[in-house]
C-alpha cells in the first residue's frame, strides 16, 4: 500500500515538473531555481577571440627583411645574366669606315708622278737584279719611297703599299697593272713558296705600263696647260 503510494506520487510530480536535468549524480526531481545561462557577446568580452591572419602566421620582421633582400639578389642577378647573354650574343656588325680619297692636289701628284718616273731606270735595274722575290720587294720599295718622297699626304689607315696604289690609281695609270705589281709585291714578300723568273717579267711588265701610264699622264698635263 506504502509502495503504491509513493509510486503515484514519484509519476505526478515527473508529470508536474517538465523536463528532469540529469546533473552529475542521480537525477533530481526537485525544480531547480530558475538560472538563466548567460549570455556571451563581444562587448562584453567573454566572447573567445577569434585568431587573425596575422596571430595564426606571425613571421618575425627580421625574417621578412632576410627574405626580401634575398629576392631582391636573386632579381638582380637574373637581370645582370640576361642582360650578359643578349650582350655576347648580339649580331656582330662591323661598320666599315669609308675611306677618304687621297689628295688631289695637282701638285703633289705631279710631283709623285715625276718623282716615280725619274726613279724608273732604278727601278727595273733592282727587277733585273738578284732573285725574283728579292728583285720584285726592292722595285716596290723604290716606288714606295718616290711616293713618299713627293709629299703626298697619308691616311692613318693607310699602309705604304696601299698609299703607293692609291697614287698612281689617281694618276691615270692602267689599274690592271696596278694591280698585278702589287700582288707580286705582297706574294714576294709574305709568301713562303719559291718565285719564278715568270713573276719577274710579269712584274718588268706591269712596271713598263705604269710608266707608260704615267708618261700619257704627264703629256696631257702638258698640252693642257
Known amino acids: 500500500m506504502l509502495t503504491g503510494v509513493t509510486l503515484a506520487v514519484l509519476f505526478a510530480t515527473i508529470a508536474t515538473s517538465g523536463h528532469v ?9 526537485a525544480r531547480d531555481p530558475a538560472v538563466e545561462k548567460p549570455v556571451l557577446t563581444p562587448s562584453a568580452g567573454l566572447m573567445p577571440a577569434v585568431p587573425t591572419d596575422r596571430t595564426r602566421s606571425e613571421v618575425s620582421p627580421i625574417f621578412e627583411a632576410i627574405a626580401r633582400a634575398l629576392f631582391l639578389a ?7 645574366l640576361a642582360a650578359w647573354f643578349v650582350w655576347s650574343h648580339r649580331p656582330k656588325f662591323r661598320l666599315r ?8 692636289d695637282f ?6 708622278a715625276a718623282a716615280i718616273t725619274a726613279d724608273a731606270d732604278a727601278q727595273h735595274a733592282a727587277l733585273r737584279r738578284g732573285a725574283p722575290r728579292n ?5 716596290w720599295l723604290r716606288l714606295e719611297a718616290a711616293v713618299v718622297g713627293a709629299g703626298v699626304r ?24 696596278i694591280m698585278r705589281l702589287a700582288n707580286l709585291y705582297r706574294e714576294a714578300r709574305f709568301s713562303d713558296h719559291t718565285m719564278s723568273e715568270q713573276s719577274r717579267r710579269e712584274a718588268i711588265d706591269a712596271l713598263d705600263l705604269v710608266h707608260a701610264g704615267l708618261r700619257s699622264g704627264r703629256d696631257r698635263a702638258v698640252a693642257t696647260a
Open 74 to 80: 636573386c632579381l638582380v642577378l637574373a637581370v645582370g
Open 21 to 29: 536535468r540529469l546533473i552529475d549524480g542521480a537525477p533530481s526531481f
Open 154 to 177: 697619308r691616311n692613318p689607315a693607310d699602309t705604304s703599299a696601299e698609299l703607293t696604289e692609291r697614287v698612281l690609281s689617281s694618276c691615270d695609270v692602267d689599274p690592271a697593272a
Open 135 to 139: 728583285a720584285i720587294v726592292d722595285c
Open 97 to 104: 669606315r669609308p675611306r677618304r680619297p687621297v689628295s688631289t
Open 107 to 112: 701638285d703633289v701628284l705631279e710631283d709623285a
